[in-house]
């Protein structure tokens, strides 16, 4: 079975500056897709970036980009210029082609400061 | 275009009793999925319901059912409730059987197990 792992439970930024939230996940599959989302104090589930295995670049999404490591089962998200609206449980998924269902991470509260 | 929608917002009930969520997805989505997040516990995956069939299913015991209707809302039934049920109930939408598609998820629905 398919696992996802984020390993910084909570993490803290400087409004402006640059945060990279973790993950790593493992898989047999060679074709996949992977998500980030983000889940504010609302609760609700905001798609933030959506990466697929076999593209070899990184998706990008206006201030947010990954950087996808295939080999070493890497998929962590960088957020460049934090804002305070950034603030907010980031979850990390994994999706097998031939199925839909989501796979999640733990999650990482990111915390900004202004 | 309007979002997910699901209804209640908050939900009690007593142990034993039967509980019932319903989602209304994206127009033009075919695909709904169900999202259990129990404090300590994570998003698990539930139930997945496609042009009216079950899709596939999570490891929950068989009192959590549910069924798609023609206009591709859904409902969710957890009969016998205990009370580690309780929790957010995420549901989400997507286009399509092929996996790959991007889920987008409603305000969740709160169910108070007492």
């Known amino acids: 079975a398919q696992t996802v792992t984020q390993s910084q439970p909570e993490m803290s930024v400087q409004e402006a500056e640059t945060v990279t939230l973790s993950c790593t996940y493992d898989?047999?599959?060679?074709?996949?897709?992977l998500f980030w989302y983000k889940q504010p104090p609302s609760r609700q589930m905001i798609l933030v970036i959506r990466q697929e295995a076999y593209k070899q670049q990184n998706a990008t999404e206006n201030r947010f980009s990954v950087n996808f490591q295939k080999a070493a089962k890497s998929f962590s998200l960088k957020i460049s210029d934090s804002q305070l609206g950034d603030a907010a449980m980031y979850f990390c998924a994994y999706m097998e082609t031939s199925g839909s269902r989501l796979t999640f991470g733990e999650g990482t509260q990111l915390t900004v400061n202004p | 275009e309007a979002g997910v929608t699901q209804s209640p917002t908050h939900l009690i009930k007593t142990r034993g009793q039967q509980a019932t969520l319903r989602c209304s997805p994206i127009?033009?989505?075919?695909?709904v999925y169900w999202y259990q997040q129990a404090l300590g516990l994570g998003l698990q995956f539930l139930l997945w319901y496609d042009e009216g069939e079950e899709r596939n299913r999570g490891n929950f015991p068989p009192r959590f059912s549910g069924r798609q209707f023609p206009n591709y809302s859904s409902e969710l039934n957890v009969n016998a409730l205990e009370l580690e049920d309780s929790a957010l109930y995420l549901c989400a939408s997507s286009t399509g059987l092929a996996g790959g598609h991007e889920q987008y998820f409603g305000p969740g629905t709160r169910l108070t197990v007492t």
């Open positions: 898989t047999s599959e060679s074709d996949y897709y």
């Open positions: 127009s033009g989505h075919t695909s």
